[in-house]
Each structure stands twice: as structure tokens, then as C-alpha cells.
């Protein structure tokens, strides 16, 4: 028995020896902060003469995203447009050249659009 009790004693001993201040915690580096969200999303860009390039004068035209995508339209044309849903989802009001436009789709569908200005452009938004 008092072999038992010197073995324990040992042991506690060793143990407290080995847990002493000598221990260092790995150093840890901080992870860097997250960058900023960006806003705009998938672009779409109004070409120059718009207007005259009716069902390709969005460019692209017909846009894939996923639901909870962003499309933001850029004016790139020397004069004003609009991005106007047919169903009446969302209206850009007016963009002047160099302006833009962004709207978000948090559902799945398939969203056509024109320019009230020049109502032969049209393009599509499909999220899916």
C-alpha cells in the first residue's frame, strides 16, 4: 500500500512540475477584418446608340444570377435611359449618361425590363 501511495504521490508531483509556468500558449495572429461588401453586381452596361440597338442595347442583354444577387445597369451612352420592369417590379427612374442603377433579386424568376425613353430596348434578369 504505501508503495501505491509513493507512486501516486509521484505522479501528482510530475504532474505539477510539468504543469508549472515554464508552459507557453501558442502565439496567435488575429485573422485580418473582412473587406467591404461590394454594392454593384453583375453589371449590365447601356452601350453607346442604345437606343438604336433595340433587343442588344443591354449588354448583356439576358442575365443569369442567382436569387439574392444584385444587377447594377451602367449608362455608358451620351444620353438618358431608363431600367423599367414590365411587371412593375422596380423603375430606375431616369440614369444619365455616366449614372447607375441597382436592384436586388432575392427571388427566383425570370424579370423582363425595357427603357421607358426608348421603349424598344429590352433585356431580361433570370434568377435562379
Do not use: E, K
Amino acid at each position: 500500500m504505501r508503495s501505491v501511495r509513493l507512486a501516486l504521490t509521484s505522479l501528482v508531483l510530475l504532474s505539477a512540475v510539468a504543469c508549472g509556468s515554464s508552459y507557453s500558449s501558442p502565439s496567435t495572429t488575429p485573422s485580418p477584418a473582412p473587406g467591404p461588401v461590394a454594392t454593384a453586381g453583375t453589371p449590365v452596361t447601356i452601350p453607346v446608340n442604345a437606343s438604336t440597338l433595340t433587343s442588344t442595347a443591354f449588354a448583356p442583354d439576358a442575365v443569369d444570377v442567382t436569387a439574392g444577387a444584385t444587377v447594377t445597369w451602367t449608362n455608358t451612352d451620351g444620353v438618358a435611359h431608363t431600367s423599367t420592369s414590365d411587371a412593375g417590379v422596380w423603375d430606375s427612374g431616369i440614369v444619365q449618361p455616366g449614372g447607375q442603377f441597382s436592384v436586388s433579386f432575392p427571388t427566383a424568376g425570370t424579370y423582363r425590363y425595357h427603357c421607358l425613353i426608348h421603349p424598344g430596348m429590352v433585356g431580361t434578369v433570370v434568377v435562379h
